[in-house]
Every structure is written in structure tokens, then in C-alpha cells.
């Protein structure tokens, strides 16, 4: 399993995102892809979700109607856009990836930040 992300920088306050991930290595069908995130001195917390399969989503309640999730299964790629960024938005983004057997089970993981497959990270910066 390989997850690449891209398209990390600095905005400021109000300005938008579009981070990328780029997955390989497993049948991208079949897992569900996270976007989490770990300012300085805080634990790692899931902002999105989104299961490949059938599109179903779910969102931190600090980033509903800001940001959007979506998935290109033809690419493997999962984007996440970033509108009206704030600066507690600021912190290293990863995307990561789980087998997705079942809704509770994957939600529970990425609620958790349990997710087996991680990549490198991206940081967003957003001034005020």
C-alpha cells in the first residue's frame, strides 16, 4: 500500500486548498480512505472520510460545510477541498487507508485515527 499526498501550503485565512492523495498497491475499490490531521502538541483527529465502494462520507463536526470530500476511482485519487480555512485549520494532513469490511468498523477506526495504511503527510499553513 502506497498514499502520496499533495497540494499542502500556505493560505491565509478564508483562502482555499485542494489536497490530493494518490493511492497504489491495493484494490482501491475496496477500502475506505481517511483524511486526518495533527497540529503541534494534539493528537491526531480524522476530518473525513470517504468509502470508495459507495461514496459514503462523513466529516469532523470543525470542518462540515467548509470542507468536501470526493474520490476519483478511476485515478485512485481521494481529494479533499478546503474552503474558508481557518487558522486552526493549521496542521500536518495525511490521508490513510483501511480494508473497509463494514460501516461501523471503518468509522470506528477513523474516529479512532486506527487506520492501517499512512502516508507521509502534507502541511497546511493558515495565517490570520
Known amino acids: 500500500v502506497q498514499l502520496v499526498e499533495s497540494g499542502g501550503g500556505l493560505v491565509q485565512a478564508g483562502g482555499s486548498l485542494r489536497l490530493s492523495c494518490a493511492a497504489s498497491g491495493f484494490t482501491f475499490d475496496d477500502y475506505a480512505i481517511g483524511w486526518f490531521r495533527q497540529a503541534p502538541g494534539k493528537e491526531r483527529e480524522g476530518v473525513s472520510c470517504?468509502?470508495?465502494?459507495?461514496?459514503?462520507?462523513t466529516y469532523a463536526d470543525s470542518v462540515k460545510g467548509r470542507f468536501t470530500i470526493s474520490s476519483d476511482n478511476a485515478k485512485n485519487t481521494v481529494y479533499l477541498q478546503m474552503n474558508s480555512l481557518k487558522p486552526e485549520d493549521t496542521a500536518v494532513y495525511y490521508c490513510a487507508a483501511e480494508f473497509h469490511g463494514s460501516s461501523w468498523s471503518t468509522w470506528r477506526l477513523w474516529r479512532r485515527a486506527e487506520f492501517g495504511s499512512w502516508g507521509q503527510g502534507t502541511q497546511v499553513t493558515v495565517s490570520s
Open positions: 470517504i468509502v470508495n465502494n459507495d461514496g459514503s462520507t
